[in-house]
Protein backbone atom coordinates (compact mmCIF):
# COMPACT_ATOMS: atom_id res chain seq x y z
CA UNK A 1 0.00 0.00 0.00
CA UNK A 2 1.37 3.55 -1.49
CA UNK A 3 1.88 6.15 1.45
CA UNK A 4 0.11 9.38 1.52
CA UNK A 5 2.00 12.17 -0.18
CA UNK A 6 1.35 15.71 0.27
CA UNK A 7 2.39 19.03 -1.68
CA UNK A 8 5.77 20.50 -0.77
CA UNK A 9 7.25 22.12 -3.26
CA UNK A 10 5.39 24.39 -4.95
CA UNK A 11 5.13 25.23 -8.88
CA UNK A 12 7.73 28.76 -8.59
CA UNK A 13 10.46 26.57 -6.77
CA UNK A 14 10.05 23.69 -9.24
CA UNK A 15 10.71 25.63 -11.89
CA UNK A 16 13.14 28.03 -10.32
CA UNK A 17 15.37 24.85 -9.96
CA UNK A 18 14.97 23.17 -13.12
CA UNK A 19 15.49 26.72 -14.71
CA UNK A 20 18.63 27.26 -12.94
CA UNK A 21 19.83 23.38 -14.04
CA UNK A 22 19.64 24.65 -17.56
CA UNK A 23 20.78 28.10 -16.78
CA UNK A 24 24.01 26.88 -14.95
CA UNK A 25 24.86 23.75 -17.74
CA UNK A 26 24.28 25.98 -20.44
CA UNK A 27 26.68 28.63 -19.00
CA UNK A 28 29.48 26.02 -18.15
CA UNK A 29 28.90 24.66 -22.04
CA UNK A 30 29.54 28.14 -23.18
CA UNK A 31 32.46 29.20 -21.39
CA UNK A 32 33.82 26.11 -22.66
CA UNK A 33 33.02 26.39 -25.96
CA UNK A 34 34.18 30.13 -26.39
CA UNK A 35 33.86 32.53 -29.54
CA UNK A 36 30.76 33.67 -30.21
CA UNK A 37 29.46 31.24 -27.22
CA UNK A 38 30.36 33.96 -24.84
CA UNK A 39 27.69 35.50 -25.68
CA UNK A 40 25.19 33.06 -24.86
CA UNK A 41 27.82 32.53 -21.31
CA UNK A 42 27.02 36.03 -20.90
CA UNK A 43 22.82 35.56 -21.15
CA UNK A 44 22.96 32.30 -19.02
CA UNK A 45 25.15 34.31 -16.49
CA UNK A 46 22.21 37.48 -16.49
CA UNK A 47 19.24 34.41 -15.95
CA UNK A 48 21.04 33.43 -13.23
CA UNK A 49 20.95 36.44 -11.69
CA UNK A 50 17.11 37.21 -12.62
CA UNK A 51 16.57 33.45 -10.80
CA UNK A 52 18.61 34.02 -7.78
CA UNK A 53 17.39 37.70 -7.43
CA UNK A 54 13.64 35.83 -7.41
CA UNK A 55 14.44 32.76 -4.98
CA UNK A 56 16.22 35.07 -2.85
CA UNK A 57 12.98 36.90 -2.61
CA UNK A 58 10.99 33.63 -2.37
CA UNK A 59 12.62 32.83 0.28
CA UNK A 60 11.71 35.43 2.43
CA UNK A 61 7.80 36.20 1.34
CA UNK A 62 7.08 32.53 -0.48
CA UNK A 63 5.79 29.23 0.21
CA UNK A 64 6.52 28.02 3.69
CA UNK A 65 8.65 25.08 3.26
CA UNK A 66 10.79 27.49 0.59
CA UNK A 67 11.15 30.34 3.30
CA UNK A 68 15.00 30.60 4.77
CA UNK A 69 13.60 30.97 8.36
CA UNK A 70 11.82 27.42 7.89
CA UNK A 71 15.14 25.45 7.02
CA UNK A 72 17.82 27.31 8.00
CA UNK A 73 18.64 25.91 11.02
CA UNK A 74 21.66 25.75 14.20
CA UNK A 75 24.27 23.38 14.65
CA UNK A 76 22.06 21.95 17.53
CA UNK A 77 19.32 20.70 14.82
CA UNK A 78 21.95 19.22 12.89
CA UNK A 79 23.39 17.26 15.58
CA UNK A 80 19.59 16.15 16.12
CA UNK A 81 19.10 15.10 12.79
CA UNK A 82 22.56 12.97 12.32
CA UNK A 83 21.34 11.10 15.64
CA UNK A 84 17.95 10.74 13.57
CA UNK A 85 16.10 12.68 15.91
CA UNK A 86 15.12 15.24 13.62
CA UNK A 87 10.99 14.76 11.37
CA UNK A 88 10.21 17.92 9.30
CA UNK A 89 9.30 18.17 5.31
CA UNK A 90 11.30 20.09 2.79
CA UNK A 91 14.49 20.50 3.25
CA UNK A 92 16.67 18.43 5.95
CA UNK A 93 19.07 20.26 8.18
CA UNK A 94 21.82 19.22 5.95
CA UNK A 95 20.17 20.06 2.79
CA UNK A 96 19.68 23.44 3.90
CA UNK A 97 23.36 24.09 4.31
CA UNK A 98 23.56 22.42 0.72
CA UNK A 99 21.32 25.37 -0.27
CA UNK A 100 22.88 28.09 0.86
CA UNK A 101 26.56 26.82 0.04
CA UNK A 102 25.19 26.56 -3.84
CA UNK A 103 23.24 30.10 -3.90
CA UNK A 104 26.14 31.84 -2.44
CA UNK A 105 28.90 30.39 -4.57
CA UNK A 106 26.45 31.27 -7.92
CA UNK A 107 25.84 34.62 -6.51
CA UNK A 108 29.34 35.20 -6.31
CA UNK A 109 30.24 33.83 -9.21
CA UNK A 110 27.52 35.76 -11.02
CA UNK A 111 29.01 38.96 -9.17
CA UNK A 112 32.14 38.30 -10.73
CA UNK A 113 31.06 37.29 -13.95
CA UNK A 114 29.62 41.13 -14.30
CA UNK A 115 32.84 42.69 -14.89
CA UNK A 116 34.70 39.76 -16.19
CA UNK A 117 36.72 40.45 -19.30
CA UNK A 118 38.47 37.79 -21.62
CA UNK A 119 41.17 40.00 -22.67
CA UNK A 120 39.89 39.78 -26.90
CA UNK A 121 36.34 40.55 -27.42
CA UNK A 122 33.93 39.92 -24.52
CA UNK A 123 33.36 41.89 -21.36
CA UNK A 124 30.76 41.73 -19.09
CA UNK A 125 28.04 43.84 -18.77
CA UNK A 126 29.34 46.11 -15.71
CA UNK A 127 32.98 45.95 -17.16
CA UNK A 128 32.57 50.11 -17.81
CA UNK A 129 31.49 50.68 -13.87
CA UNK A 130 35.65 49.05 -13.18
CA UNK A 131 39.61 49.74 -14.20
CA UNK A 132 40.89 47.04 -16.15
CA UNK A 133 42.89 45.86 -12.86
CA UNK A 134 39.74 45.19 -10.69
CA UNK A 135 38.39 43.39 -13.78
CA UNK A 136 41.33 41.16 -14.42
CA UNK A 137 41.19 40.26 -10.79
CA UNK A 138 37.89 39.46 -10.97
CA UNK A 139 37.85 37.49 -13.66
CA UNK A 140 40.49 35.24 -12.28
CA UNK A 141 38.22 34.67 -9.26
CA UNK A 142 35.42 34.05 -11.65
CA UNK A 143 37.82 31.06 -13.20
CA UNK A 144 38.71 29.98 -10.25
CA UNK A 145 34.58 29.77 -8.99
CA UNK A 146 34.33 27.50 -11.58
CA UNK A 147 35.56 24.71 -9.89
CA UNK A 148 33.84 25.07 -6.12
CA UNK A 149 30.43 25.23 -8.55
CA UNK A 150 31.86 21.44 -10.21
CA UNK A 151 32.55 21.08 -6.47
CA UNK A 152 29.30 21.05 -5.44
CA UNK A 153 27.51 19.74 -8.14
CA UNK A 154 29.37 16.77 -7.45
CA UNK A 155 28.50 16.67 -3.78
CA UNK A 156 24.99 17.25 -4.75
CA UNK A 157 24.67 14.56 -6.87
CA UNK A 158 26.52 11.96 -4.23
CA UNK A 159 23.39 13.09 -1.56
CA UNK A 160 21.18 12.63 -4.12
CA UNK A 161 22.32 8.94 -4.94
CA UNK A 162 23.07 8.36 -1.06
CA UNK A 163 19.48 8.96 -0.51
CA UNK A 164 18.08 7.72 -3.42
CA UNK A 165 19.78 4.18 -2.59
CA UNK A 166 21.28 4.42 1.00
CA UNK A 167 18.28 6.03 3.11
CA UNK A 168 15.14 4.80 0.13
CA UNK A 169 14.05 8.63 0.20
CA UNK A 170 14.35 10.17 -3.33
CA UNK A 171 14.50 13.57 -3.68
CA UNK A 172 14.39 14.00 -7.74
CA UNK A 173 10.67 12.97 -8.23
CA UNK A 174 9.19 15.87 -5.38
CA UNK A 175 10.99 18.24 -7.19
CA UNK A 176 9.58 17.16 -10.33
CA UNK A 177 6.07 17.03 -8.89
CA UNK A 178 5.80 18.85 -5.98
CA UNK A 179 4.70 15.39 -3.90
CA UNK A 180 6.07 13.94 -0.64
CA UNK A 181 5.37 10.47 0.60
CA UNK A 182 4.59 11.38 4.62
CA UNK A 183 4.24 8.91 7.26
CA UNK A 184 1.20 10.42 9.08
CA UNK A 185 -2.09 10.80 6.41
CA UNK A 186 -3.25 13.80 8.99
CA UNK A 187 -0.28 16.09 8.65
CA UNK A 188 -1.36 19.45 6.70
CA UNK A 189 0.23 20.57 3.62
CA UNK A 190 2.60 23.39 4.11
CA UNK A 191 1.13 26.52 3.58
CA UNK A 192 1.77 28.42 0.12
CA UNK A 193 2.14 31.61 -0.72
CA UNK A 194 0.02 33.93 -3.00
CA UNK A 195 -0.21 35.48 -6.02
CA UNK A 196 1.09 39.00 -3.99
CA UNK A 197 4.20 37.36 -3.33
CA UNK A 198 4.81 35.90 -6.59
CA UNK A 199 4.62 39.65 -7.92
CA UNK A 200 7.27 40.68 -5.60
CA UNK A 201 9.52 37.90 -5.65
CA UNK A 202 9.21 38.13 -9.51
CA UNK A 203 9.84 41.90 -9.79
CA UNK A 204 12.83 41.61 -7.33
CA UNK A 205 13.80 39.32 -10.09
CA UNK A 206 13.40 41.20 -12.90
CA UNK A 207 14.97 44.29 -11.57
CA UNK A 208 17.87 42.26 -10.30
CA UNK A 209 18.41 41.48 -14.23
CA UNK A 210 18.26 45.27 -15.43
CA UNK A 211 20.79 46.13 -12.92
CA UNK A 212 22.72 43.29 -13.69
CA UNK A 213 22.54 44.37 -17.61
CA UNK A 214 24.37 47.92 -16.90
CA UNK A 215 20.83 49.22 -18.99
CA UNK A 216 20.92 51.92 -16.39
CA UNK A 217 24.59 52.84 -17.47
CA UNK A 218 25.00 56.14 -19.85
CA UNK A 219 25.63 54.70 -23.74
CA UNK A 220 28.98 55.30 -24.57
CA UNK A 221 30.06 58.18 -26.13
CA UNK A 222 29.93 58.51 -30.21
CA UNK A 223 33.29 58.20 -31.76
CA UNK A 224 34.01 60.36 -34.43
CA UNK A 225 35.67 59.71 -37.94
CA UNK A 226 38.29 62.08 -38.44
CA UNK A 227 40.09 63.07 -41.81
CA UNK A 228 43.04 60.94 -42.75
CA UNK A 229 44.28 64.56 -44.01
Known sequence: MSKPTILIWDLP?????WLLVVCVIGAIISTKIGGNAMLWHGRFGLAIVGLLGFRLAWGVVGSHTARFAQFVRGPATIAAYLRGQWQGVG????????VLAMLLVLLAQAATGLAANDDIAFTGPLYAVVSKEVSDALTGWHRRGEWAIFTLIGLHLAALLFYRFVKKDPLIRPMINGRKPVTRPARAAPRRAGPVALIISLSIGASTVWIASGAWLPPPPASIDTPAW
Open 13 to 17: TRLFH
Open 91 to 98: HNPLGALS
